[in-house]
């Protein structure tokens, strides 16, 4: 972890320490003495059960793409990429290609791209039914919440972002045209800030590409498992806003299910902005803030937003640290270290020439 991602996290975490402040430290101290400590005990069997389904719908893409390696394996992986998304403010993002990256050095058969591939459609799967519960949560808060014009600007701007991404992807793996122009945008940024070899580079650019386009028409183009991994999808998300839901229960809140979800939708919008690692202090507040409007006690709102983080957040980056030394040194790691363009140009090449 380097020093930018550590002082981001303090400064995470002392957002969430002042707004604790504010609502009173001795007042969440109390309402944590009376939680039920049972129910907060099948909310973190409900989150693992969770990471169980998330390599389920992983595996069956990965069985598509002819890379079965199974869950038990996989799961460890799902961790690592959960935990460098909670570290790194990438719009939760960074830890898809470290994912990749394990799965193709399981095998020498798993390629890269490949594995990118299975990776990024998992992601597109997971994101696909949150769209369609951030665009139905939007227009519901609009309606019963007073919100503020800019914090709606940005949760619509996030959606659109989102949704654009989205189709930019399935667009380049459908039309091969469009893949192409993807591809020389990226040959040119090569060709300006990589000087070195710069030929052997282009050309596995070029079969990554075509390689993720190739992957990627193929998961796309089996309707059976496009469905069956979508509808996990969606049971993912109930999942999530279920687990949010017992821990209020814990704490004798009993809130319409409908609200939880609602807020949780739009605190999981406001993390998927690249600003602070995990939307943390962010997410923090705002479900803090829109439980408390809804009726919930300050303490207790900030007391189940604890909870809650530790089991959502802290829980998997724990995990995923830990497992991370198994994997050993990985290409982020050297790239991370690297102090200079002349390093990061000797990594590149000797990566190229291990591909080779």
């Keep these: 972890m380097d020093r930018k991602t550590i002082l981001l996290l303090g400064v995470s975490i002392l957002i969430l320490a002042i707004m604790l402040w504010f609502v009173g430290i001795d007042k969440v101290?109390?309402?944590?003495?009376?939680?039920?400590?049972?129910?907060?005990?099948?909310?973190?069997?409900?989150?693992?059960?969770?990471?169980?389904?998330?390599?389920?719908?992983?595996?069956?893409?990965?069985?598509?793409?002819?890379?079965?390696?199974?869950?038990?394996?996989?799961?460890?992986?799902?961790?690592?990429?959960?935990?460098?998304?909670?570290?790194?403010?990438?719009?939760?993002?960074?830890?898809?290609?470290?994912?990749?990256?394990?799965?193709?050095?399981?095998?020498?058969?798993?390629?890269?791209?490949?594995?990118?591939?299975?990776v990024v459609a998992d992601r597109a799967l997971d994101t696909f039914p949150f769209v369609v519960l951030a665009a139905i949560t939007?227009?519901?808060?609009?309606?019963?919440?007073?919100?503020?014009?800019?914090?709606?600007?940005?949760?619509?701007?996030?959606?659109?972002?989102?949704?654009?991404?989205?189709?930019?992807?399935?667009?380049?793996?459908?039309?091969?045209?469009?893949?192409?122009?993807?591809?020389?945008?990226?040959?040119?940024?090569?060709?300006?800030?990589?000087?070195?070899?710069?030929?052997?580079?282009?050309?596995?650019?070029?079969?990554?590409?075509?390689?993720?386009?190739?992957?990627?028409?193929?998961?796309?183009?089996?309707?059976?498992?496009?469905i069956y991994t979508l509808t996990l999808s969606f049971v993912i998300w109930f999942f999530e806003i279920f687990r949010v839901y017992l821990v209020f229960l814990a704490f004798g809140a009993n809130v319409n299910p409908i609200i939880i979800g609602e807020v949780f939708i739009i605190a999981s919008l406001v993390g998927m902005i690249p600003l602070l690692p995990g939307g943390l202090g962010a997410v923090d507040g705002l479900m803090i803030l829109f439980y408390s409007t809804a009726g919930i006690s300050a303490s207790v709102s900030a007391a189940a937003t604890v909870i809650e983080r530790l089991i959502s957040f802290w829980m998997a980056t724990i995990l995923g640290m830990v497992i991370l030394p198994y994997y050993g040194s990985s290409v982020l790691d050297k790239i991370s270290s690297s102090s200079s363009n002349q390093e990061l140009e000797e990594i590149l090449e000797d990566d190229l020439i291990e591909n080779d």
């Design 29 to 118: 101290i109390n309402a944590l003495k009376v939680a039920n400590l049972s129910v907060i005990a099948l909310a973190i069997v409900t989150q693992v059960f969770t990471y169980f389904l998330y390599t389920l719908r992983w595996e069956i893409l990965n069985k598509l793409a002819d890379m079965d390696l199974g869950i038990k394996k996989l799961l460890p992986m799902v961790l690592v990429g959960l935990a460098v998304n909670n570290i790194t403010p990438s719009g939760r993002g960074g830890g898809e290609p470290v994912r990749a990256y394990l799965l193709s050095k399981q095998k020498e058969e798993y390629h890269f791209e490949d594995s990118l591939a299975t």
């Design 138 to 226: 939007i227009v519901s808060m609009t309606l019963f919440f007073n919100l503020d014009l800019w914090l709606l600007v940005v949760m619509v701007l996030a959606v659109i972002t989102i949704i654009a991404i989205l189709i930019i992807l399935i667009y380049m793996c459908i039309n091969p045209n469009f893949g192409n122009k993807v591809d020389g945008w990226i040959i040119g940024l090569v060709r300006r800030f990589y000087k070195k070899n710069s030929e052997k580079l282009e050309n596995q650019i070029h079969e990554a590409i075509f390689g993720f386009q190739k992957t990627m028409k193929m998961l796309i183009s089996n309707k059976r498992g496009l």
